[in-house]
């Protein structure tokens, strides 16, 4: 998949989770810069290695259990910096956004999860070439942009009444 689905996938999430907390009369959850966050933390495993070949992907030590465990901590550390009133939900919703990229690869073309022990793990849910991840690219934009606005709709129309 693309660095863009990989980022935009776990915001759009974030997004879905809000519209409904305001819709519940609650306040939502994730203010612009923890939408960054999350997105930032969705593609970290390609912006740290980036690959060009599946190959590569499947040799990469950000595409494995073992990232995902050294991630964990860093996270705590960045969340506890930024995010004081609420860091540790969003330590856990960075990892989850790390734990979704490598998810997403797992059922596209697959990823080396023990790397470098064990085999390439690789369900194929998700078929095609660069037409169909255009597709998905385009989709998760769009569903993105829906669900933002609809978020800012919902906040200002909470704070006329």
């Avoid at 989770?17 to 970290?44: E, K, M, N, Q, S």
């Avoid at 023990?114 to 390439?120: F, R, W």
């Amino acid at each position: 998949m693309n660095v863009i689905t990989h980022a935009l996938a776990p915001v759009a999430v974030a997004l879905a989770v809000d519209v409904t907390r305001i819709h519940r009369g609650r306040r939502p959850l994730f203010p612009a810069r923890c939408l960054v966050a999350i997105g930032c933390a969705g593609a970290l495993p390609d912006l740290l290695h980036p690959h060009l070949s599946l190959a590569a992907r499947h040799a990469s030590w950000t595409h494995t259990v073992w990232f995902l465990l050294a991630a964990y901590p860093v996270f705590a550390l960045i969340c506890r910096k930024w995010f004081r009133e609420r860091w540790i939900l969003m330590t856990q919703i960075l990892w989850l956004a790390a734990v979704t990229h490598l998810a997403t690869d797992m059922v596209s073309n697959g990823i080396r999860p023990l790397h470098p022990y064990g085999p390439v793990v690789d369900y194929r849910l998700i078929r095609g070439g660069v037409y169909r991840w255009l597709q998905y690219d385009a989709g998760f934009i769009a569903t993105t942009v829906f669900l933002g606005t609809w978020v800012r709709r919902l906040r200002t129309t909470r704070r006329e009444k």
